[in-house]
C-alpha cells in the first residue's frame, strides 16, 4: 500500500488514468485499432469462396473479415463479464 500527499492511500484504487491532450489513452487505443481496422477491409475488396461445413459462398473479402471482426467483439464484449467475477 503506498501513501499519497493528501493522507489517503491508493491500495485497491487504479491509480491515475494517462491521458494524452486530455483524451484517456483508452479512447485513443480505441481509435487508432477502429481505424486500422476499416483500413485492413478496404485493401481487401477482391470476392472469395467461403467453404463452410456443407457448401461455399462467394463474397467479398471485407464481408468475411468483418464478420470475423463483429464477432471477436462479441465474443470479448460477452467474456469481458467473466473475468471481473
Request: hydrophobic share 55%.
Amino acid at each position: 500500500m503506498t501513501k499519497i500527499s493528501d493522507g489517503s492511500s491508493s491500495f485497491g484504487s487504479k491509480g491515475p488514468r494517462s491521458e494524452i491532450a486530455g483524451v484517456p489513452t483508452r479512447y485513443i487505443a480505441i481509435g487508432v485499432i477502429i481505424v486500422l481496422a476499416v483500413w485492413f477491409l478496404f485493401a481487401n475488396l477482391e470476392r472469395v469462396k467461403i467453404q463452410f461445413w456443407v457448401f461455399t459462398v462467394t463474397a467479398p473479402l471485407w464481408i468475411a473479415l468483418l464478420a470475423t471482426l463483429v464477432a471477436g467483439g462479441a465474443l470479448g464484449w460477452l467474456l469481458k463479464g467473466r473475468r471481473s467475477k
